[in-house]
């Protein structure tokens, strides 16, 4: 399809790129000073809107939950057949949602739980450990893949079902502010969902980058300077501006194909080659702690103690999920055309919560089996600030370590190629003006916001420390929130107005396919 020149939103894009100007140049330049700032900000956001999150986490989870077990359920995103096959949609949804996140927290989050666990356990205890094993599961799991879902459904319903030209965040609130979603009010919601999505991408890519090049320094020797750090994710950017230059079909998913299978022949590998049955036997009872005190989990908000369990990591991870949600609404409304609400609000849930276990019961198991039987100081190394090198001697400890070290560097790499083309592609798509169904943004403004992405990542770093890249995130988010509430008014607004017997049909159409 030829494209317009006139596509490009000049005012959402124009905003946009300003923001991320005045939030990079200042890391750049005054580090310290905005080190500082920072911290300060993402302290005063924790005690203050802190729990609004924990309501927030519940209240999305239950509603999606709801939807998808209603009538509503029936809807099909577009009456005809599934754009692509179930494994493809899946690789997609999951590599897009996780990034190198997966890789580095899955491999080390039950290390800084071990010494400050929850609940005012005794640290090191057995009680602890167990937790320690389980707590980043929950994180991963169902609650927050629910942030996925509702901007999913909103989106989806808004383009496929009432035919509104726009593959963005104001488009979903459509029933509920009219026309002044396409206007100021629906313009600013969009800008503050690019710069969500910016801070949240410059926190994964910050993570993951400077596991790679510990993973380098491991396998090779080389130096892991700043400068190094740098071009490695200048060499994600080359490999995902291809990806997303070449488009969704042929860039995007057959990235993710890729990714999936590999990510799942490294996972069978370290179960057969590591501690079997002592992984087996933790995520099993992981998965049986986190069923059990499900509900005590998704409330628990820390109110007798100063440990800040809570405010530095459920608080932060909720947070990232409603900062990165509207992208995957757009995204993962872009590649379930022809499926249910129902199927992809359970199929989201499901497989996405799926992988994150599996990865948290693989390799952080692995990685605890090697910490209680002092094979490999872990805690230590993490305490000292060595996370993304005790990431690179955990996987190099594997038998043939040099050669799993390797593959595992290669699939950080491609998954974070897999999430950051997706986001390049869902950015063009939200500064671009009216897009038919079959139609993309156009390859120059993908490829603008490929490398417009490096930017933040690349001050993160500069400036250090974890508690930047969880600022980054908290910053971004709360405007967010008001958004999440606003879609699902507007959803159900929107639902008022679709004929009983249309739903009927609609579900003899999933019934036939």
Known sequence: MTRKKTDLDKTIFSASLSLLLAVTLPLLFWPQASYDALNSIKIAIEDSFGVIYIWTASAVLAFVLWLAFSKY?????????????????????????????????????????????????????????????????????????????????????????????????????????????????????????????????????????????ASMEELFGIENTFFFKVAVILCCTIIFSVSVYLGLEKGIKRLSNINATLALIMLLFVLLAGPTVFILKMTTNSIGLMAQNFIRMNTWADPLTNSRFVEDWSIFYWAWWVAVGPFMGIFVARISRGRSIKQVILGSLFFGSLGCTLFYGVFGNYALYLELNDLLPITELVGAGNAPMAIAKIVGSLPAGQIVLFLFAAISLVFMATTFDSISYTLASSASKELEVNEEPERWHRLFWAFALALLPIALMLVSGLDALKTAVLISAPPLVVVYVMMAWSLLKSFQGYPPETIMKDSELIEKS
């Open 73 to 213: 359920g029936q809807i099909k995103l577009g009456n005809v057949a599934s754009s692509f096959s179930t494994y493809s949609w899946v690789a997609m949804l999951f590599c897009a949602g996780v990034a190198t996140g997966i890789l580095y927290w899955g491999t080390i989050e039950w290390a800084y739980y071990y010494d400050v666990p929850p609940f005012g356990l005794a640290p090191r205890s057995n009680e602890a450990i167990e937790w320690a094993a389980t707590y980043g599961m929950f994180h991963w799991g169902i609650t927050g893949w629910a942030y996925y879902v509702l901007p999913t459904i909103a989106i989806g319903y808004a383009y496929y079902v009432k035919k509104i030209p726009f593959m963005r965040i104001s488009s979903s609130c459509e029933s509920l502010i009219g026309d002044y979603s396409n206007r100021w009010p629906g313009k600013i919601m969009d800008i503050f969902f690019i710069v969500g999505l910016l801070g949240s991408s410059g926190t994964s890519l910050a993570l993951g980058t400077p596991m790679i090049a």
